[in-house]
């Protein structure tokens, strides 16, 4: 068999594996039987779940691009001063917080 080093402060413990044999109880004991229904969904819906979780997250991040850069472009329109000239006026648009909380 193999041999495991295992190491914890001031202690070394050295075991040999025998066999790696899994018990097939195990696996029902554990509660993560293939008959689960969470498995089961996972199984026929984790490809649809997660390619609707990225373009929904893909529509959040840019509209909140969207949002902020009307709100600056809003502040310019005013006559403020530009955020990259230090100006801070962005901060009171309701449009530049939309699109940050978004």
Do not use: M
């Not at 026929?44 to 609707?52: D, E, M, Q, V």
């Not at 809003?74 to 006559?79: A, S, T």
């Amino acid at each position: 068999g193999s041999l495991i080093t295992l190491s914890c402060l001031s202690h070394r413990v050295v075991c040999q594996v025998i066999s790696s044999a899994v018990p097939a109880d195990s696996i029902q004991e554990n509660g993560t039987s293939d008959s689960s229904w969470i498995t089961q969904l996972e199984n026929s819906y984790g490809f649809y779940i997660g390619l609707g979780l990225a373009v929904f997250s893909s529509f959040l991040i840019g509209s909140s691009v969207i949002l902020k850069k009307k709100g600056l472009l809003r502040l310019v329109e005013k006559g403020g001063t530009r955020a990259g000239d230090g100006g801070h006026g962005y901060l009171k648009d309701w449009l530049w917080w939309a699109g940050l909380l978004t």
